[in-house]
Structure formats: structure tokens, C-alpha cells
């Protein structure tokens, strides 16, 4: 079992800058790494970012790219997402997952419980 809790959310301006952060704890070294989703009200959950734990390769969705940054320390089973020039379309809650590194949510088997992030315009 892994369990996660995320935190660093809020409600920022637009242009401004957050950073969440992932811890994990439990059986870690049952998954490769750890993603970051998103789900705003009436959509799916979309992909944002992903980060193996060995070798630091990681994943970033086209539509945050150049703006948001997943990093991990190994040491403190934590996973970060820099947020930076947020907009209001990033308004969601973000849930951290840990399991196989991919774009897709059945890929993860474990979850965290969201932490909402609004940006105003």
C-alpha cells in the first residue's frame, strides 16, 4: 500500500506562481515513479506531469509545458509540481498518483486526495 497526501494548493492570481507537493509513504518502491493530474468541474481527469524515481526522466502534458516543472526528492519520498504564469484555465483540483510513469490514469494505483488550486483572472 501507498499512501499520499498532497499539498500547496490555493487561490492565486493569474501570472502567479504555487508549488504542490506529494508526499508518499508506505510501500514506495512498488512504483516507478509518480504523476500529476488534474480534474476541473464537468471534465475528466487530464494528465499534467510525471516523474520516475530513478534516473529523474520525466513527462509533461503539451498544455503546461514551459509553464509547470514535476521534480522529486528520493530522500524524502516527495514529488513537486512548480506552477509558474498560472491562468484560470488551470483551475482544478490536482491529485498526485503514484505507479507505472505514463500519461494515462489506469497506469497509477495509487492516489492522493486533491488539493484544489483556482486561479482569478
Known amino acids: 500500500q501507498v499512501h499520499l497526501v498532497e499539498s500547496g494548493g490555493g487561490l492565486v492570481q493569474a501570472g502567479d506562481s504555487l508549488r504542490l507537493s506529494c508526499a508518499a509513504s508506505?510501500?514506495?518502491?512498488?512504483?516507478?515513479?509518480m504523476g500529476w493530474f488534474r480534474q476541473a468541474p464537468g471534465k475528466e481527469r487530464e494528465f499534467v506531469a510525471a516523474i520516475k524515481w530513478s534516473g529523474g526522466w520525466s513527462l509533461t502534458a503539451d498544455s503546461v509545458k514551459g509553464r509547470f516543472t514535476i521534480s522529486r526528492d528520493n530522500a524524502k519520498n516527495t514529488v513537486y509540481l512548480q506552477m509558474n504564469s498560472l491562468k484560470p484555465e488551470d483551475t482544478a483540483v490536482y491529485y498526485c498518483?503514484?505507479?507505472?510513469?505514463?500519461?494515462?490514469?489506469?497506469?497509477?494505483?495509487?492516489w492522493g486526495q486533491g488539493t484544489q488550486v483556482t486561479v482569478s483572472s
Open positions: 508506505g510501500r514506495t518502491f512498488s512504483s516507478s515513479g
Open positions: 498518483a503514484a505507479g507505472r510513469v505514463s500519461s494515462r490514469t489506469n497506469e497509477y494505483n495509487y
